[in-house]
Protein backbone atom coordinates (compact mmCIF):
# COMPACT_ATOMS: atom_id res chain seq x y z
CA UNK A 1 0.00 0.00 0.00
CA UNK A 2 2.76 2.56 0.79
CA UNK A 3 4.84 1.42 -2.19
CA UNK A 4 1.28 2.57 -3.93
CA UNK A 5 1.03 5.68 -2.08
CA UNK A 6 5.01 6.63 -3.30
CA UNK A 7 4.07 5.54 -6.84
CA UNK A 8 1.08 7.69 -7.40
CA UNK A 9 2.83 10.48 -6.09
CA UNK A 10 5.46 10.55 -7.99
CA UNK A 11 3.77 10.80 -11.19
CA UNK A 12 1.89 13.81 -9.72
CA UNK A 13 4.75 15.39 -8.97
CA UNK A 14 7.18 14.52 -11.66
CA UNK A 15 5.12 13.09 -14.76
CA UNK A 16 2.21 14.81 -14.63
CA UNK A 17 4.18 18.21 -15.20
CA UNK A 18 6.08 16.95 -17.71
CA UNK A 19 3.03 16.19 -19.61
CA UNK A 20 1.50 19.63 -19.02
CA UNK A 21 4.95 21.10 -20.31
CA UNK A 22 4.56 19.10 -23.53
CA UNK A 23 1.03 20.02 -24.28
CA UNK A 24 2.07 23.79 -23.77
CA UNK A 25 4.77 23.48 -26.28
CA UNK A 26 2.80 22.03 -29.12
CA UNK A 27 0.27 24.75 -28.62
CA UNK A 28 0.11 27.03 -31.90
CA UNK A 29 1.27 31.04 -31.36
CA UNK A 30 -0.10 33.65 -32.91
CA UNK A 31 1.66 37.36 -33.17
CA UNK A 32 -1.13 40.01 -33.71
CA UNK A 33 0.38 42.79 -35.16
CA UNK A 34 -1.43 46.57 -35.01
CA UNK A 35 0.87 49.07 -36.31
CA UNK A 36 -0.35 51.83 -37.34
CA UNK A 37 1.29 54.54 -39.90
CA UNK A 38 -2.47 56.00 -40.62
CA UNK A 39 -5.63 56.05 -39.51
CA UNK A 40 -5.99 54.16 -35.87
CA UNK A 41 -9.45 52.43 -34.71
CA UNK A 42 -10.75 52.84 -31.41
CA UNK A 43 -11.33 49.12 -31.19
CA UNK A 44 -7.37 47.79 -31.43
CA UNK A 45 -7.63 47.53 -27.31
CA UNK A 46 -10.53 45.68 -27.31
CA UNK A 47 -9.27 43.29 -30.75
CA UNK A 48 -6.50 42.64 -28.67
CA UNK A 49 -7.83 41.87 -25.63
CA UNK A 50 -10.32 39.50 -27.19
CA UNK A 51 -7.76 37.92 -29.28
CA UNK A 52 -6.03 36.75 -26.16
CA UNK A 53 -8.91 35.49 -24.99
CA UNK A 54 -9.93 33.87 -28.25
CA UNK A 55 -6.61 31.67 -27.85
CA UNK A 56 -7.18 30.04 -24.40
CA UNK A 57 -10.22 28.61 -25.56
CA UNK A 58 -9.14 27.95 -29.13
CA UNK A 59 -6.12 26.37 -28.93
CA UNK A 60 -3.57 28.88 -29.12
CA UNK A 61 -1.30 31.72 -27.86
CA UNK A 62 -1.39 35.23 -28.78
CA UNK A 63 1.28 37.57 -28.18
CA UNK A 64 0.47 41.29 -29.49
CA UNK A 65 2.56 43.70 -30.71
CA UNK A 66 3.27 47.12 -32.57
CA UNK A 67 6.96 46.67 -32.81
CA UNK A 68 7.39 46.02 -36.19
CA UNK A 69 11.05 45.49 -35.65
CA UNK A 70 9.82 41.71 -34.50
CA UNK A 71 9.06 40.85 -38.30
CA UNK A 72 12.69 38.94 -38.73
CA UNK A 73 13.12 35.69 -38.92
CA UNK A 74 14.48 34.94 -35.83
CA UNK A 75 11.68 35.92 -34.15
CA UNK A 76 8.74 35.04 -36.58
CA UNK A 77 9.90 31.12 -36.22
CA UNK A 78 8.18 30.94 -33.29
CA UNK A 79 5.10 31.73 -34.31
CA UNK A 80 2.17 29.77 -36.84
CA UNK A 81 0.31 32.85 -38.11
CA UNK A 82 0.64 36.59 -38.13
CA UNK A 83 -3.22 38.49 -37.52
CA UNK A 84 -2.61 42.47 -39.12
CA UNK A 85 -5.82 43.96 -36.64
CA UNK A 86 -6.85 46.97 -38.29
CA UNK A 87 -3.14 48.27 -39.43
CA UNK A 88 -2.98 51.03 -41.77
CA UNK A 89 -0.30 52.43 -43.60
CA UNK A 90 3.22 51.50 -44.16
CA UNK A 91 3.74 49.25 -41.31
CA UNK A 92 7.25 47.04 -42.33
CA UNK A 93 10.58 47.75 -43.80
CA UNK A 94 12.09 45.80 -46.74
CA UNK A 95 13.83 43.59 -44.56
CA UNK A 96 10.39 43.30 -42.47
CA UNK A 97 8.80 42.52 -45.86
CA UNK A 98 11.35 40.22 -46.88
CA UNK A 99 10.78 38.22 -43.30
CA UNK A 100 6.96 38.14 -43.40
CA UNK A 101 7.20 36.72 -47.12
CA UNK A 102 9.59 34.07 -45.99
CA UNK A 103 7.20 33.68 -42.98
CA UNK A 104 4.50 32.94 -45.35
CA UNK A 105 6.09 31.01 -47.74
CA UNK A 106 7.36 28.47 -44.97
CA UNK A 107 3.56 27.29 -45.13
CA UNK A 108 2.53 30.08 -41.98
CA UNK A 109 -0.97 31.65 -41.76
CA UNK A 110 -2.19 34.91 -42.02
CA UNK A 111 -5.15 36.51 -41.01
CA UNK A 112 -6.37 39.81 -41.95
CA UNK A 113 -9.04 42.12 -39.60
CA UNK A 114 -10.44 44.79 -41.22
CA UNK A 115 -7.77 48.22 -42.05
CA UNK A 116 -5.58 45.13 -42.48
CA UNK A 117 -6.32 45.97 -46.62
CA UNK A 118 -5.91 49.50 -46.16
CA UNK A 119 -2.44 48.57 -45.32
CA UNK A 120 0.65 48.32 -47.75
CA UNK A 121 -0.62 49.27 -50.48
CA UNK A 122 2.94 49.86 -52.72
CA UNK A 123 3.51 46.28 -51.63
CA UNK A 124 2.02 43.81 -54.42
CA UNK A 125 2.59 40.92 -52.28
CA UNK A 126 0.78 41.63 -49.68
CA UNK A 127 -2.19 42.84 -51.35
CA UNK A 128 -2.14 39.74 -53.11
CA UNK A 129 -2.05 38.02 -49.95
CA UNK A 130 -4.62 40.45 -48.02
CA UNK A 131 -6.95 39.67 -50.97
CA UNK A 132 -7.47 43.19 -51.77
CA UNK A 133 -7.11 46.73 -50.81
CA UNK A 134 -9.19 48.81 -49.58
CA UNK A 135 -10.97 52.00 -51.51
CA UNK A 136 -13.45 53.45 -49.16
CA UNK A 137 -16.34 52.71 -47.25
CA UNK A 138 -19.99 55.03 -46.61
CA UNK A 139 -21.45 56.01 -42.59
CA UNK A 140 -21.18 52.78 -40.38
CA UNK A 141 -24.60 51.23 -40.36
CA UNK A 142 -26.49 48.35 -40.86
CA UNK A 143 -26.89 45.69 -43.39
CA UNK A 144 -27.24 42.43 -44.21
CA UNK A 145 -24.92 39.94 -45.37
CA UNK A 146 -25.18 36.43 -46.77
CA UNK A 147 -23.25 33.59 -46.10
CA UNK A 148 -21.44 32.21 -48.85
CA UNK A 149 -19.82 28.92 -47.34
CA UNK A 150 -21.48 27.35 -44.64
CA UNK A 151 -18.79 24.43 -44.15
CA UNK A 152 -15.62 26.86 -43.12
CA UNK A 153 -14.92 27.11 -39.71
CA UNK A 154 -14.66 30.79 -39.64
CA UNK A 155 -18.76 30.55 -40.89
CA UNK A 156 -20.24 27.22 -39.48
CA UNK A 157 -21.86 28.78 -36.21
CA UNK A 158 -23.08 32.18 -38.49
CA UNK A 159 -26.70 32.26 -39.73
CA UNK A 160 -27.48 32.08 -43.73
CA UNK A 161 -28.67 36.30 -43.19
CA UNK A 162 -26.55 38.01 -40.86
CA UNK A 163 -28.05 41.16 -39.89
CA UNK A 164 -25.31 43.46 -37.86
CA UNK A 165 -24.13 46.99 -37.66
CA UNK A 166 -20.09 47.75 -38.86
CA UNK A 167 -18.41 50.05 -41.41
CA UNK A 168 -18.71 48.98 -44.61
CA UNK A 169 -15.76 48.63 -47.06
CA UNK A 170 -15.26 48.95 -50.73
CA UNK A 171 -12.39 47.43 -52.56
CA UNK A 172 -10.30 47.53 -55.24
CA UNK A 173 -7.12 45.44 -56.75
CA UNK A 174 -8.96 42.30 -55.89
CA UNK A 175 -7.43 39.17 -56.20
CA UNK A 176 -9.13 36.83 -57.93
CA UNK A 177 -8.35 33.59 -56.33
CA UNK A 178 -9.31 34.50 -53.04
CA UNK A 179 -12.75 32.24 -51.73
CA UNK A 180 -15.92 33.98 -50.59
CA UNK A 181 -17.17 33.49 -47.10
CA UNK A 182 -19.39 36.08 -46.68
CA UNK A 183 -21.40 38.77 -49.18
CA UNK A 184 -22.92 41.85 -48.33
CA UNK A 185 -26.68 43.17 -49.50
CA UNK A 186 -25.69 46.01 -51.40
CA UNK A 187 -29.31 47.12 -51.40
CA UNK A 188 -29.78 46.81 -47.55
CA UNK A 189 -27.49 49.70 -47.11
CA UNK A 190 -26.31 52.89 -48.67
CA UNK A 191 -22.71 53.37 -50.22
CA UNK A 192 -21.64 50.38 -51.53
CA UNK A 193 -19.52 50.34 -54.49
CA UNK A 194 -18.68 46.34 -55.24
CA UNK A 195 -22.10 45.30 -56.72
CA UNK A 196 -23.82 41.97 -56.59
CA UNK A 197 -20.14 40.14 -55.60
CA UNK A 198 -19.80 42.77 -52.78
CA UNK A 199 -17.30 40.30 -50.82
CA UNK A 200 -16.02 41.14 -47.14
CA UNK A 201 -14.70 37.75 -46.03
CA UNK A 202 -12.48 35.16 -48.26
CA UNK A 203 -9.58 32.67 -47.60
CA UNK A 204 -7.44 31.25 -49.81
CA UNK A 205 -3.43 29.68 -50.29
CA UNK A 206 -1.14 32.54 -50.95
CA UNK A 207 2.34 31.42 -51.63
CA UNK A 208 2.77 28.31 -49.45
CA UNK A 209 0.57 29.57 -46.77
CA UNK A 210 -2.78 30.33 -45.65
CA UNK A 211 -4.39 33.44 -45.11
CA UNK A 212 -8.22 34.84 -44.47
CA UNK A 213 -9.53 38.11 -43.85
CA UNK A 214 -12.56 39.68 -42.61
CA UNK A 215 -13.83 43.40 -43.20
CA UNK A 216 -16.02 43.49 -40.04
CA UNK A 217 -14.49 45.02 -36.46
CA UNK A 218 -14.45 48.33 -36.92
CA UNK A 219 -16.00 49.31 -33.78
CA UNK A 220 -15.36 48.23 -30.26
CA UNK A 221 -18.38 46.35 -29.72
CA UNK A 222 -17.54 44.04 -32.52
CA UNK A 223 -14.93 42.51 -30.02
CA UNK A 224 -17.94 41.63 -27.49
CA UNK A 225 -20.04 40.15 -30.48
CA UNK A 226 -20.52 36.10 -30.25
CA UNK A 227 -21.07 35.27 -33.48
CA UNK A 228 -18.12 37.95 -34.53
CA UNK A 229 -15.76 36.37 -32.40
CA UNK A 230 -16.97 32.69 -33.51
CA UNK A 231 -16.50 33.77 -37.61
CA UNK A 232 -12.81 35.27 -36.08
CA UNK A 233 -11.49 32.25 -33.97
CA UNK A 234 -12.88 30.15 -37.02
CA UNK A 235 -10.55 32.39 -39.58
CA UNK A 236 -7.46 32.20 -37.40
CA UNK A 237 -7.84 28.31 -36.57
CA UNK A 238 -8.40 28.11 -40.43
CA UNK A 239 -5.67 30.13 -41.35
CA UNK A 240 -3.27 28.10 -38.55
CA UNK A 241 -4.33 24.54 -39.44
CA UNK A 242 -6.31 23.58 -36.79
CA UNK A 243 -10.10 21.85 -37.36
Do not use: C
Amino acid sequence: MLKRIIFLFLFAAVILPLFSSFSAKKKKRVLVFSKTAGFRHTSIPAGKKALIELGKTNGFIADTTEDATHFNSENLGQYDAVVFLSTTGNVLDSNQQLAFEKFIQSGKGFTGIHAATDTEYDWPWYVGLAGASFESHPQQQTARLYRIEKNHPATAALPDNWVRFDEWYNFKNINSTTHALLNIDESSYSGGKNGDNHVVSWYHEYDGGRAFYTALGHTDASFSEPLFLAHLAGGIKWSLGLK
